[in-house]
T-cell receptor, first 112, second 114 residues
Framework: QKEVEQDPGPLSVPEGAIVSLNCTYSNSAFQYFMWYRQYSRKGPELLMYTYSSGNKEDGRFTAQVDKSSKYISLFIRDSQPSDSATYLCAMSARGGAQKLVFGQGTRLTINP | KAGVTQTPRYLIKTRGQQVTLSCSPISGHRSVSWYQQTPGQGLQFLFEYFSETQRNKGNFPGRFSGRQFSNSRSEMNVSTLELGDSALYLC?????????????FGPGTRLLVL
């Protein structure tokens, strides 16, 4: 069993919809949680960075971490076609430049 | 400020050969990490370098090695290439190793082993 599980999708939604992306994990040592977005033929770019449990909001993006359930989520409001990409969750036990453990990535398509 | 750069962007090799990939971190960044991305296994951590020293290593065979130079540039080497080494190799840099710092990824080198 992988340390981090993420449904690879693909997920297709209409423009303007609220998108919910999720990951579960098994390692209780994880304390730092990230969401990356990766466009085709590009490297991942950091979207959200959260420490421990709680919510964090940045524009149309909201990240939630529930350590008790070992479950993290990324919500995208008012989704746009430009949001079409693969979304990867990542976690680490010690943060910073330490080893990141990634989910498989969810391929998301926003249809105009 | 320029982002992380990786060279070459694409590479084709045959089984048994070796390959060297290069990564230039963002100016001022001293930590460099390498990851392998494949459709089957996703993104997997290879190793991390800081101040020319390997600080962390993933679960990859000894055929995978790396180094970091005094200017923070890094190279990774794969010897005796196997078909399964075909992947996108990503380099990420961060200012240091502190908890609140994040990693910035380059565009990757796509390696195809025939």
């Amino acid at each position: 069993q992988k340390e981090v599980e993420q449904d690879p999708g693909p997920l297709s939604v209409p423009e303007g919809a609220i998108v919910s992306l999720n990951c579960t994990y098994s390692n209780s040592a994880f304390q730092y949680f990230m969401w990356y977005r990766q466009y085709s033929r590009k490297g991942p770019e950091l979207l959200m960075y959260t420490y421990s449990s709680g919510n964090k909001e940045d524009g149309r993006f909201t990240a939630q971490v529930d350590k008790s359930s070992k479950y993290i989520s990324l919500f995208i409001r008012d989704s746009q076609p430009s949001d079409s990409a693969t979304y990867l969750c990542a976690m680490s036990a010690r943060g910073g430049a330490q080893k990141l453990v990634f989910g498989q990535g969810t391929r998301l398509t926003i249809n105009p | 400020k320029a982002g992380v750069t990786q060279t070459p962007r694409y590479l084709i090799k045959t089984r048994g050969q070796q390959v060297t990939l290069s990564c230039s971190p963002i100016s001022g960044h001293r930590s460099v990490s390498w990851y392998q991305q494949t459709p089957g296994q996703g993104l997997q951590f290879l190793f991390e370098y800081f101040s020319e020293t390997q600080r962390n290593k993933g679960n990859f065979p000894g055929r995978f090695s790396g180094r970091q130079f005094s200017n923070s540039r890094s190279e990774m080497n794969v010897s005796t290439l196997e078909l399964g080494d075909s992947a996108l190799y990503l380099c990420a840099s961060s200012i240091g190793r502190a908890v609140q710092e994040t990693q910035y990824f380059g565009p990757g080198t796509r390696l195809l082993v025939l």
